[in-house]
């Protein structure tokens, strides 16, 4: 036995077989090189990298220039420009140019122009939507910006309901999500930076931060690790997440993924940082603390008592979920004189009939309500409604009616599964439904004792966890000076410092408030 | 490869300990059986005998409610102490013996009184099952047969019967408050007595006025349990010496601090006309002043025991809320009456009891400037000799709901 597992381990990997790569050594020198004063030989240089003809979106356009008497050629991709744009403001314009002047800048009439002289630089404005323009006897490219992708328009979020406060979302264009930012922090301190983070499909993102108050070291360690990637593309935050957070197999997310801009740009004033990129109709907040995920922006745009209403609850709903298919089972198989008599010997007699032990039961349930919701998940919307008749009377009523397991650990299980829904973060909600299987096999082979300390454990490891260099559970533990926003929320004239955990350039966002007097 | 290794041997390890050691007590709800009452009476020689009182789970439940199963299974045998009775009765009870939900150990008169009782007792706090709260009942039979004629009508289920009695015979001090707990405790003070309640489901045909009464001496009619709990078993340094009335039980628990006091409605022969009883509710919201004094080699006890008194009943309709001089009548005769019902109690426990069941040793503790001399003085044989001086002080609360009576002469009209 043990001489086999030790040739499963000891088997050497056999040598792979080698990829057969096609080099593209030749294409690089030629993206390498300037543009030449020949409008011929420019225009054979892009349709060949273009592939003309058999591209179909890209159009070469060939006309005169009378105003300069001087050939020209206009090279755009046309789903991804405003047709109408270049028509309007380049070629009309070109045309009917009546002036003397002799420059490009003064007859082409787009709102952005500028020169460029590597073929390389041409080809990454071109794929961003924006038009070239060439003329003969000159060895310079013209840039006309031009873009317009297509994308949905900005609607509702979904995912991060609110009943009070700003109802917009990102949406997958970077531009209107900068946008939306710059709606809520009208200053010139903001600053959106852009950073290519891929080689192939020169991926940008977008790093938005207050430069007054954000902290400098934090920037950079953010901007070093988005530079570190060598990768043909990523193609949105979801990806990027994974390849710049500090621990990528850990439960507990470390970056806050949020599709309100609301959630953003308040982050961003108290010195975050916010990464933007096209195709995420999302953001990034780094770095992130235990708290960023238990928080909604509600609990602040509801009044001091009703947000904190939300928060116990929610700390409530949280513990119910961690613990209580746990609880359950330790306390039936090791402790069950902690229940009422009544109660015990109804679980008794419910259980008598079941023919799994408790553990099984509670596992079958756990899984069955996690297909569930996965399925309900994925399920096309035509036949939505099957799944809830499936889930309800199959998995509650007939269960229960086969002697498969006891009403008690439906109602249990279905308990758990509710309560997991009052938190709201996706990777938080994951974290905390996956920790409870630890609990659960823990619960069931030590009893409270083995419950008690998966949960220390479980504790221990929150501490240990860092996001950019911020401890998980700050400004709790450790402590910092904050706006004490952690389990409940203070009095909105109470938060007057930034979190310190950040190191911000500027601590104080609210001024002294003496007792009892509010501001303004 | 060595990092595979070293994962795979750790997950081996960690297996491993988790076979070995997991689960070792774990054990399904559905597999014990639960002992609610333990009845201990005395066998052959230095042996005991040991009823169990099962409960079944199933009986009256709503899954497997539709059983013909009985409430509740009896089994009495032979066993030399509680601990190796369960492995005993699992001769016959298929599910493992659980004291989970013991709620009440009940002893017959007859073992109580045993000079041993004691050293059986003492099993229990070596089982780690059961709890020191569990109620404990001391009956004048055998506790196997008060086991076996206990038929509770509509409490059918024993735990739900044995709580419920217990906590509201003890409201109204009938009972004492009795557990093992006290128990322990007080035979480990060596100052007072304990005070278990006594229990019956036999009658007897003496006749005695109500409040008086023993257990068994309740008439009752109709179709019902013919269990009764009433009046209490004294215990002396951990075993039974006498008994007292439910009456006494409920007047010794007027002078006992470490209990709750009860509210209770009690009568009392009408000063105002002796064909009628006035009923007044008797309740204790201070507590007692004990203090402590000694003279001439003899030991003063000075108790003050202030209540408060809700007549209820105006049969002679005097009106008393309106008429203060009959009020203070009242109240000076109430004050004579309960003093000689108190002194009576304190002489008999002095004569016959030779110690005290009011937890009076706790509070005269503090006249003692060391332990060692509280010790030396030995409570429990200076009491017979103490003189006590027993004062009421009776404050009248409300006169009923409606305080006012019309006159009689004009409803007669």
């Known amino acids: ?520 | 490869m060595k990092k595979l290794l070293w994962i795979l041997k750790s997950v081996i390890i960690l297996l491993l300990l988790v076979m070995i050691s997991g689960c070792w007590d774990q054990m399904e709800v559905d597999r014990k059986a639960y002992v609610v009452g333990i009845g201990l009476d005395k066998g052959k020689k230095e042996k005991i005998n040991v009823t169990y009182l099962i409960s079944n789970p199933e009986y009256a439940s709503q899954q497997g409610g539709n059983t013909n199963e009985p409430a509740t299974e009896i089994i009495t045998f032979e066993a030399n102490d509680l601990i190796t009775s369960r492995n005993i009765a699992n001769s016959v009870i298929a599910k493992e013996i659980s004291y989970d939900m013991l709620s009440v150990i009940i002893v017959s008169k007859q073992l109580a009184k045993d000079k041993n009782f004691i050293r059986w007792m003492y099993d229990s706090t070596k089982d780690r099952e059961i709890k020191r709260n569990t109620a404990f009942l001391v009956t004048k039979e055998k506790a196997s047969s008060f086991i076996e004629q206990n038929e509770p009508k509509l409490e059918t289920r024993p735990h739900k019967y044995f709580t419920l009695i217990f906590e509201h015979a003890g409201e109204t001090g009938l009972i004492p408050r009795s557990d093992l707990m006290r128990y322990f405790r007080i035979t480990e003070a060596d100052g007072d007595l304990f005070l278990a309640a006594l229990g019956t489901n036999q009658q007897t045909n003496q006749e005695r006025s109500n409040g008086h009464l023993e257990a068994g001496e309740f008439k009752i009619k109709g179709k019902t349990n013919k269990t009764n709990l009433m009046g209490s078993a004294v215990f002396k340094e951990g075993r039974m010496i006498g008994e007292l009335s439910g009456e006494e039980t409920r007047l010794s628990l007027l002078l006992n601090d470490t209990v709750k006091s009860p509210n209770y409605t009690t009568t009392f022969q009408d000063p105002f006309n002796k064909d009628y009883d006035i009923t007044a509710k008797i309740i204790k919201n201070k507590r007692n002043n004990v203090s402590m004094q000694q003279m001439n080699g003899k030991t003063i006890l000075n108790i003050k025991v202030p209540l408060t008194l809700e007549v209820l009943t105006d049969h002679s309709m005097v009106n008393y809320a309106k008429n203060k001089e009959k009020r203070n009548q009242l109240k000076r005769y109430f004050t004579t009456k309960i003093t000689e019902k108190l002194n009576k109690l304190v002489i008999k426990t002095q004569k016959d009891f030779k110690g005290q069941p009011f937890g009076w040793s706790l509070q005269g503790r503090k006249y003692f400037l060391t332990v060692d001399e509280y010790e030396k003085y030995d409570w429990m044989k200076s009491y017979p000799n103490m003189e006590v001086n027993m004062s009421v002080e009776i404050r009248f609360g409300e006169f009923g709901r409606q305080t006012d009576l019309p006159k009689i002469k004009q409803v007669r009209d």
């Open chain 1, 1 to 520: 036995m043990y001489s086999l597992l030790k040739k499963m381990i000891n088997r050497k990997q056999q040598a792979p077989t080698p990829f057969i790569e096609k080099s593209s050594k030749e294409d690089i020198t030629l993206k390498k090189q300037c543009i030449t004063d020949k409008l011929n030989k420019t225009v054979d240089i892009f349709s060949h990298i273009y592939s003309v003809g058999k591209n179909n979106d890209v159009i070469f356009r060939k006309f005169h220039v009378q105003a300069l008497k001087k050939d020209a050629a206009l090279l755009f991709i046309n789903t991804i420009t405003d047709t109408d744009h270049i028509e309007e403001y380049i070629l009309k314009s070109i045309q009917q140019y009546s002036g003397t002047s002799q420059k490009v800048e003064d007859i082409v009439t787009t709102p952005g122009i500028k020169k460029v002289q590597v073929i390389e630089d041409v080809i990454i404005e071109i794929n961003k939507g924006n038009a070239a323009l060439f003329i003969d006897g000159e060895s310079v490219a013209y840039i006309l910006s031009v873009s317009n992708f297509q994308g949905r328009g900005i609607e509702k979020a979904e995912n991060e309901v609110v009943v009070k406060g700003p109802k917009e979302a990102f949406n997958e264009k970077a531009n209107t999500n900068i946008s939306l930012i710059r709606k809520k922090i009208k200053t010139e301190s903001l600053v959106v930076e852009s950073v290519t983070v891929s080689k192939r499909s020169k991926n940008e993102v977008y790093i938005l931060y207050l430069k007054d108050i954000v902290n400098e070291e934090l920037l950079s360690d953010v901007k070093e690790r988005l530079c570190m990637s060598d990768v043909d593309s990523i193609q949105n935050l979801s990806m990027l997440e994974q390849r710049i957070e500090d621990s990528t197999k850990s439960l507990f997310p470390t970056i806050l993924y949020t599709e309100r801009p609301d959630r953003a740009s308040s982050f961003l004033e108290d010195g975050y940082i916010v990464l933007l990129m096209d195709n995420s109709p999302a953001s990034l907040v780094l770095p992130a603390t235990f708290w960023s995920f238990f928080h909604t922006s509600e609990d602040h745009y509801l009044r001091f008592l009703y947000g904190n209403f939300t928060r116990a609850l929610r700390l409530l709903a949280m513990f119910i979920t961690l613990l209580i298919s746990a609880l359950y089972i330790a306390i039936t198989n090791y402790h069950a004189e902690m229940l009422p008599p009544d109660l015990l010997l109804a679980i008794s007699s419910t259980r008598e009939i079941v023919a799994f032990p408790a553990v099984v039961e509670v596992f079958l349930m756990e899984f069955a309500f996690e297909l569930i919701k996965e399925a309900g998940l994925r399920v096309p919307s035509p036949i939505g409604p099957t799944i809830g008749i499936v889930g309800a009377l199959i998995l509650g009523q007939a269960a229960v009616q086969a002697n498969l397991v006891s009403p008690i650990v439906v109602i249990v299980v279905a308990l758990g599964g509710l309560t997991s829904f009052a938190i709201g973060d996706l990777a938080l909600n994951f974290a905390v439904r996956l920790s409870r299987f630890f609990l659960i096999i823990s619960a069931s082979l030590f009893g409270l004792y083995g419950l008690t300390a998966m949960f220390s454990i479980g504790l221990f490891y929150l501490v240990s966890l860092r996001s950019f260099g911020v401890p998980y559970l700050a400004p709790m533990t450790p402590k910092y000076t904050s706006g004490k926003d952690t389990l409940f929320r203070r009095l909105i004239f109470h938060e007057m410092f930034r979190p310190g955990y950040l190191k911000p350039q500027d601590m104080k966002k609210a001024g002294e408030v003496s007792d009892g007097k509010k501001q303004g």
